[in-house]
Each structure stands twice: as structure tokens, then as C-alpha cells.
């Protein structure tokens, strides 16, 4: 697969002369929202209509999808506006119903990914078709598993792939819904050159606001396409309400990207640039994230020192945590000098808490 240059045949194919950008509401509701919603994106940057049919949910009682009767609603869009529709397909019965029904383009989510039973049942099913299937990564931040699940559709014949990162699911809060960990895609890119990569934003953010600066830096980092959820009414979407845009803020969405054009060796140059500061921004983002957490155990610390009457400052446990970080610092190439300004400022940040914490 990694030398296969055919892999990128179905996206040359539509001759664009911008990214790919499929549209479309989390979930199908009901007739007349499919429509709606594929008549405000049709003659526009749009080429695939995406719609959840089968919906996963994390816990049952949610809204689960309208089922099979939303794939003839597709039909209905597709043969109104000449989009090409998408759905994703979690099993066998899953994808028979959508090549009945002439969907064009399926893709594998992100909780289905996870298992690969369900992605080789899938493939089976799909075997001898030239449809377009795009495996999302697994909700685990995993590169194998991605990677083997596109394989297994390769193996089976399918030749029209491509791969959606929408994010990793963890436990910690952060400012995304699933973290989007751009070095797994990045790495998948490196790897599978030919293997066109499109970007989640909605997935990723789990909030419109955000959705058009995620979009950027996939761009930035020369990913193939965006898929975005897009609906009439987003605060009354059935599912996923907080992150779909309307389709004129997806149509202004696209007026502000930056799309780049530029030669081989600015292009080159640009994207290794904008990895090299993706990693940056990931790892200050973090630093701060773990400075916060610090400082949250600085302040039981705190409530704990006032429960027992204790002081704040305790010189010698002080001196140790310094002597430890300055011989670590040394081993991860970061001098004496730096590791002692850190630590100092961040000693002071701790006290400063404490204080609050004892003194109200
Ligand atoms: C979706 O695209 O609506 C969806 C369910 O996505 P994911 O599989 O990425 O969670
Ligand atoms: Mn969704």
C-alpha cells in the first residue's frame, strides 16, 4: 500500500483547485432538514453531502439515528442538487442498505476503528465495489490500528481510500472534545503519501468557534480536505449541536482560509515549518496544562499545611525537589542555570497559592 500511487485516483479525479470539503449535518433528522441543508450547499465548495444515519452513541437513550428510511431522503437530495452523498457504515447490513440505495461515499467511524471484527466485515461486504471509503481514526490514539483498518479495505480490493483524523478521546479536560495529537496523522501522511487525508474539525473542537482554526492548521499542514458538520438550525440539531455551523458560516469559512498556492520548494518548506510549530504550540499548551495541575496539588497541599497548622515553607523538601530536577534537567540536555529559574518561579507561583489557600 505504501508506494500505491492509484490511492489518490478518486481525488484527482474531481479536478479541484482547492481542498475537499464535505458538508453536511451530523445526523439526518428528517426529510425536509436533509434537504434544506443540501439545497443551501449545493453550487458551492462542496463535494460530498455527509449525513449520520446509523448514529454510535456513547450511552443509549440519545438519539440513534433515523435508520435506513434516511438513506431514501439521500436519494432524494442527491437526485434534487447532483451531490454525491456519505454515510457511515458500522457493519455488513450497514453497507448492503447504502450500496442499495447508491450512496456514493462511506465512512468508517471513529468507534468502529476500534475493532477490527467490525472493519473486516465491513470490507468483506465491500468487497468488489469502487466506492469511496474514508476510515476515521480510532477513538485511541493508536497509529496501527488506523493503519490497519485502512488496511483491511485495501486488502479487499478497495483502492478509493482516505483517512479522517477527528481527534483522540482522554480523560483529562482539555480545550478539545478529542485532542488532536497532530503527530499520528502527520506520521500517516509520512507513510502513506498517496493516501488523501482529510481533517475533522467538528469532531476535534466539539465547538463552532473553534472549528475554523483547526480547519486552518490541517490546511497549514497540507492535508487533502475538511469535513465539517453543517445545519440549518445547529442549536437544534438532534445530535452534536454545539459544534455543526450553518452553511453560510461554512461558505465564509472558505472565503477566510488561507489555501496556499505556492511553488514545490516554498510548499515543502511552509509544511515543514508548520509541523515544526504545531509541535511547538502542542507542547507549550501542555506545559501550561501540567503547570495548572501543579498548582492544584499546591493548593491541597495548602489546605492540608492550614488543617494541621503546619508552615508553608519547608526548607528541606525545597532543596531536594531542586537537586533532583537540576540532575534530571542535565539528562534531557537543559542546564543548571534554567532548570534553577524555572524552579524558582515556580516555587513562587506554589507559595502564592498556599497563601491564598490558608490566608482566604
Ligand atoms: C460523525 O461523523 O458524526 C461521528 C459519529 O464521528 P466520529 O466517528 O468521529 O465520532
Ligand atoms: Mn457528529
Known sequence: MENDKSLRNWLDALNLNHPLVIAGPCSAETEEQVLQIARELKNSDVSFYRAGIWKPRTRPGGFEGVGAIGLKWLQKAKAETGLPMAVEVANATHVKLALEHDIDVLWIGARTTVNPFAVQE??????????????????NPDLALWIGGIERLYNAGIRNLGAIHRGFSTYEKTKYRNIPEWQLPIELQSRFPDLPLINDPSHITGRRDMVKDVAQQALDLNFDGLIIETHIDPDNAWSDAAQQVTPSVLKQMFIDLKMREMTIEEDDFNSKMAKLRMKIDEADTKLLE???????????????????????????????????MIAEGSTKGLTEDFVLKIFKAIHQESITHQEKVING
Open 290 to 324: 501540567v503547570l495548572g495541575n501543579r498548582m492544584k496539588v499546591a493548593d491541597e497541599i495548602g489546605a492540608l499545611k492550614k488543617e494541621k497548622n503546619v508552615a508553608i515553607l519547608q526548607n528541606k523538601r525545597w532543596n531536594e525537589i531542586l537537586d533532583k
Open 122 to 139: 465491513i470490507a468483506d461486504a465491500l468487497e468488489g465495489t469502487d466506492k469511496i471509503v474514508l476510515v476515521k481514526n480510532p477513538v
